[in-house]
């Protein structure tokens, strides 16, 4: 039977690509540059990091991946590597995968460094209320942006994710009252464009793997897992189709992956 403590979690979404896996009472976590540049890098990093805590896919409740939004290269990369990596191990005993939101784990990376510098009274962070608005670089003079409540142990939306401008951020909520985080990527790319964030409580925060790892536990018992199949890209912005390139990226990227789960080592 699966251990259910034990996930694999990456995320490329942005331009800093992160992997981590742990154990259930051990984390093993890796970086390196994100975006793009990721697709020939992922792999070997996850086969290291599963190397060095002994684990194998089959010893895994679930493969947890950022589906979005974010570098559309680098989600593709995300998917065509999770889809690949459960595909294989589904020869053997099959292996969970877990799509999650990437605004969602960027307010999961900024409660946690918020709990992590409290102190005294403060400390207990992890079981208090808390709302943030996430914001992740679009690119393009746009960004990602959505809100969220944690209500001591699970996440919930407070609207869909948007694509606005900088300065068409607002932080007030439906009810008036102001988040009390904000997080996210943007406040150096977009500095002195963001007048709604005069006064707020902003924390630079990235999706990384780790806080995929925090998450993963309450949405996997939430019945957020899905088939390897949709293991699927979420886009707030529209693109066509694929370029060339990436076309050739997407197919090496499962090819390897079903490699590595089948043992063999990639080309």
């Known amino acids: 039977m699966l251990d259910n403590t034990k996930f694999l979690a990456f995320d490329t979404s942005t331009d800093r690509m992160s992997v981590a896996v742990t154990d259930g009472e051990r984390i093993w976590q890796h970086s390196g540059p994100g975006g793009a540049r ?20 089959g010893d ?7 589906r979005g939004p974010g570098s559309f290269t680098g989600l593709r990369t995300a ?23 990437t605004l969602m784990a960027v307010a999961e990376e900024a409660r946690f460094q918020q709990q992590i510098s409290a102190t005294g009274a403060d400390a207990a962070g ?8 996430a914001l992740l670089d679009a690119r393009m003079d746009e960004m990602y942006c959505q ?31 102001h988040v009390h985080l904000v997080a996210g990527n943007v406040f150096e790319v977009y500095a002195g464009r963001l007048p709604a964030l005069a006064g707020m409580n902003c924390i ?20 957020c897992c899905v088939d390897a199949a949709l293991a699927l890209p979420l886009y707030v912005r529209d693109k066509v189709a694929l370029t060339t390139e990436e076309r050739a990226i997407v197919r090496q990227g499962k090819a390897d992956a079903e490699l590595l789960a089948s043992g063999a080592a990639p080309r």
């Open 204 to 223: 630079e925060a990235y999706p990384t793997a780790t806080a995929l790892l925090r998450l993963a536990p309450v949405l996997a018992a939430d019945g």
């Open 126 to 133: 992890a079981s208090q209320a808390l709302e943030v608005t």
């Open 79 to 101: 998917c065509a590597v999770a889809q690949g990596l459960a595909l294989g191990a589904q020869r053997g005993s099959g292996i969970a995968v877990l799509p999650v939101d």
């Open 38 to 57: 990721a697709s020939s890098t992922l792999i070997p990093a996850i086969m290291a990091l599963l190397a060095e805590a002994g684990l194998g896919l």
């Open 147 to 177: 809100s969220f409540a944690f209500d001591g142990r699970r996440w919930s939306s407070r609207e869909a994710c948007r694509l606005i401008s900088p300065q068409a951020l607002d932080v007030t909520l439906a009810d008036g009252r």
């Open 60 to 66: 895994l409740r679930a493969l947890v991946f950022g």
